[in-house]
Nanobody
Framework: QAPLVESGGGLVQAGGSLRLSCAAS????????MAWFRQAPGKEREFIAA????????YYADSVKGRFAISRDSAKTTMFLQMNSLEPEDTVLYYC??????????????????????WGQGTQVTVSA
């Protein structure tokens, strides 16, 4: 499948904000959902947020709820992750992922990394104290 490309990572002070982007090769994504995950070295991949592409229903991990917001553009080509009130614990590689097919019980299954077939290369977020 067409690769996903993340961007927008960088260095920010604690309490600051960043916005990550995930481009579906500059084309309209026609699949079911896209999501953000993050992973630190030696640790398991952690779900952050997901968005159903057609109706824009969103799902969040408890660890980021109220601080992060997932969205997509009206052209359905790009997914965003607005990150506010960043903390040093948010320092990690962030990945975007996509799923093509519909799935039942999305509130449960879209939190699982193996439900996604396409992944980006990752973008680094570093939050200084």
């Amino acid at each position: 499948q067409a690769p996903l490309v993340e961007s927008g990572g960088g260095l920010v002070q604690a309490g600051g904000s960043l916005r990550l982007s995930c481009a579906a090769s500059g084309r309209t994504f026609t699949g079911y959902a896209m999501a953000w995950f993050r992973q630190a070295p030696g640790k398991e991949r952690e779900f952050i947020a997901a968005i159903r592409w057609r109706d824009e229903i969103t799902y969040y991990a408890d660890s980021v709820k109220g601080r992060f917001a997932i969205s997509r553009d009206s052209a359905k080509t790009t997914m965003f992750l607005q990150m506010n009130s960043l903390e040093p614990e948010d320092t990690v590689l962030y990945y975007c992922a996509s799923r093509e097919g519909r799935i039942s019980s999305p509130s449960y299954y879209l939190r699982l990394d193996y439900q996604y077939s396409s992944w980006g290369q990752g973008t680094q977020v570093t939050v200084s104290a």
